[in-house]
Each structure stands twice: as C-alpha cells, then as structure tokens.
C-alpha cells in the first residue's frame, strides 16, 4: 500500500468516524426533542397520561377537532 493509498484510507475514516458522530448529535437532538414534546403535551393536557400509545393519536386527533 502506497503513502498516497494509506492518506486516502485514513481521510475516508475520518469522514466515516465524523458521519457516525453526526448521527448520534442527531439522535440524541432528537431524543430530546421528543421528549421535552411529551412533557410539554402532559403538562397541557394531563389526561393523557392514562391514555395507552396505541390510542393517544386518536385522542389527541379528537381532542383537536372539538376545539374547531
């Protein structure tokens, strides 16, 4: 392996390691985000915390139709 070849290899690990690093700062923005979101919608509407994750879409979607 040449000089030329082993730069090569180390910049493309170094994009692939910088890659990895910005998925993870993307997730865990994410996590976050999600759950700040949660907290907020638990503090605006506290029923919702006895209402099961497979129904709370239509909950929610109920509880916003009224309101128009």
Known sequence: MTDTEKKLLQAQHR???AQARNRVKERKA?????????AILEKVLPEVQAVE????EGYLSRKL???D
Do not use: F, Y
Not at 53 to 56: A, G, I, T
């Open 15 to 17: 994009l692939e390691e």
């Open 65 to 67: 139709e009224k309101q």
């Open 53 to 56: 994750l497979s129904e709370l």
């Open 30 to 38: 994410r996590t976050r985000r999600l759950i700040q979101e949660g």
